[in-house]
């Protein structure tokens, strides 16, 4: 099993700034199939970005992906107020699916 | 446009078993995959197991594996996750969430998420 590793835990920032998230895996991820999904309280999660750097349909282009095989990271370019969530990456390079454990980014 | 409905929030004894559903709409049910993943109380997603509809065909979390069977019933296109041996660890909302095109198991991500069930486990 991939264990992905997410950095920091909490981030408090403010509107308007710029925010990099990471995502590390244990070992390399096939192909880079890494996705990253936002979630806010009593929804479930929505994909934003999928193969480490492509944007999921209405993903605003402020949010941007990279990355490859074992360090993966989200960019969000100038955080809108509705971006304070939790973040969560996730590997689908094998058929064990893992997700990372979150990072949550709240208003500072 | 692709719909998965859940069943309803469900309250348990320890000890119990929990069987949650998930009826999928706006596409071929037999031809992508459906997962699970369990998120306890201010917690993280977990994946728990994948099916695939057409053949019945599965795979589960490690975590899991010897407490869930997750089934799939193409004449009403649900499946359908089965949970036993309930502690008040698996206290949480399940989310059912759209795979990929057979009949690669991996490389897809999860664009389509069910609304979750809150399943409960309490004395």
């Known amino acids: 099993e991939i264990v992905l590793t997410q950095s920091p835990g909490t981030l408090s920032l403010s509107p308007g700034e710029r925010v990099t998230l990471s995502c590390r895996a244990s070992q390399s991820v096939r192909r880079d199939y890494v996705g990253w999904y936002q979630q806010k309280p009593g929804q479930a999660p929505r994909l934003l970005i999928y193969?480490?750097?492509k944007r999921a349909t209405g993903t605003p282009e402020r949010f941007s992906g990279s990355g490859s095989e074992t360090e993966f990271t989200l960019t969000i370019n100038g955080l809108a107020p509705e971006d304070f969530a939790v973040y969560y990456c996730?590997?689908?390079?094998?058929?064990?699916?893992?997700f990372g454990q979150g990072t949550k980014l709240e208003i500072k | 446009q692709v719909h998965l409905v859940q069943s309803g929030t469900d309250v348990n004894s320890p000890g119990a078993s929990v069987k949650i559903s998930c009826k999928a709409s706006g596409y071929t049910f037999t031809d992508y995959f459906l997962h699970w993943v369990r998120q306890a109380p201010g917690q993280g997603l977990e994946w728990m197991g994948i099916i695939n509809p057409k053949s019945g065909r599965t795979t589960y979390a490690q975590k899991f594996r010897g407490r869930i069977t997750i089934t799939s019933d193409t004449s009403t296109d649900t499946v359908f996750m089965d949970l036993s041996s309930l502690t008040a660890d698996d206290t949480a909302i399940f989310y059912c969430?759209?795979?990929?095109?057979?009949?690669?198991?991996?490389?897809?991500?999860?664009?389509?998420w069910g609304q979750g069930t809150l399943v409960t486990v309490a004395s």
């Open positions: 193969d480490a750097s």
């Open positions: 969430a759209r795979g990929g095109l057979q009949p690669v198991s991996w490389g897809y991500y999860f664009e389509s």
């Open positions: 996730q590997q689908y390079g094998n058929s064990l699916y893992t």
